[in-house]
């Protein structure tokens, strides 16, 4: 009688096992095909607007294609022999590099410091600046470009007028016209629209630190540079890492619009980048094999710096 028992015992126990493993499964399968419906058409738009025209891209630049009609010619290696061999590239490359240098540090360093000022909670007029410092960033590429254009005109802008004024003419400069200063003040102006956005990024990042952290700081008597240094600076790291990030993306690309309006790349090529110089290439030159052959290396240099910035901020994150 116990023996028979015990085998009821089992087989109830084993239905149930049964019942659990199929319940699990049927979860499984609901979730796994929540995760493909939810997937797939993502990917499917990913592959067809950027995976393709990528390996697209990078199978044009080994021909000799004039963008009208499917006349592909294979060439080989010979986009990429002209490449290294090409005066302008190598001085549009110069010009990215000035870029990325310059700008990205500049802005910041800007924006951090103005963010460390308009966070403090002692201003009263904080909420105007930084509606203030904002502001540019609202304000179209194209218009900021040709605003910016106006104010470096040598003979009725704002710049050489003021220098004028105060005297210091030796000071005057055709700022879009000279190859020792176009670089830069293209940078100036990327840098005026940027930082108020990035000033914005750092505010909020700066915001969330608990303010017990700078009373217990203010009690030990710590400077306003250390408690920035010390409290500040390491609790807004990832929000600083993705700045970074933004920016350098940032130059590669909207150098572009900036130097196409305010230059043209001009003069002599002296501010041109690598960004206008495949829109040359290909749209005024016919020649769309060589812009893609410019286009893969923008693609491995924007990919390696990003890898650089990766590894230098791999470090553990800062919780409070």
């Not at 061999?85 to 590099?97: E, T």
């Not at 540019?136 to 218009?143: E, L, R």
């Not at 829109?279 to 990919?303: D, S």
Request: hydrophobic fraction near 50%; proline fraction near 2%; glycine fraction near 6%.
């Amino acid at each position: 009688m116990a023996a028979y028992i015990l085998s009821i015992d089992d087989k109830r126990e084993r239905e149930y096992m049964r019942q659990l493993v199929e319940k699990v499964k049927r979860l499984t399968y609901k979730r796994n095909f929540f995760i493909f419906v939810c997937i797939v058409p993502t990917f499917v738009l990913f592959s067809v607007f950027v995976l393709y025209p990528m390996f697209s891209s990078f199978a044009m630049s080994f021909t000799d294609w004039s963008g009208i009609g499917k006349n592909y010619k294979f060439i080989g290696l010979q986009n990429y022999e002209k490449l290294f061999r090409d005066r302008i590239v190598k001085q549009a490359l110069l010009n990215n590099i000035i870029l990325l240098v310059f700008v990205p540090v500049v802005t910041i360093l800007l924006s951090l410091l103005f963010a460390f000022l308009l966070s403090g909670k002692k201003l009263r007029e904080k909420k105007v600046y930084r509606v203030l410092f904002f502001f540019p960033n609202v304000i179209a590429i194209s218009i900021t470009s040709i605003l910016w254009s106006f104010i470096y005109h040598p003979s009725v802008g704002i710049i050489n007028g003021f220098l004028k004024w105060i005297g210091a003419e030796s000071l005057i400069h055709t700022w879009l016209g000279e190859s020792a200063t176009v670089v830069f003040s293209i940078g100036i102006t990327m840098i005026w629209q940027a930082v108020g956005y990035y000033m914005i990024l750092f505010i909020a990042a700066m915001e969330g630190i608990p303010n017990e952290l700078y009373e217990v700081a203010n009690i030990e008597g710590a400077s306003s540079f250390q408690k920035f240094s010390k409290i500040t600076m390491p609790l807004i790291r990832n929000v600083l890492d993705v700045a970074i990030i933004f920016n350098i993306i940032a130059v590669f690309n909207g150098s572009f619009t900036y130097t196409r309006i305010m230059t043209g790349g001009g003069p002599d090529n002296k501010s041109n980048v690598l960004s206008l110089y495949m829109y040359q290439q290909a749209f005024e030159n016919g020649n769309f094999g060589y812009a893609m052959a410019v286009g893969v290396i923008i693609l491995i240099i924007t990919l390696v710096l990003s890898g650089i910035n990766n590894r230098l901020s791999a470090k553990d994150d800062i919780t409070y």
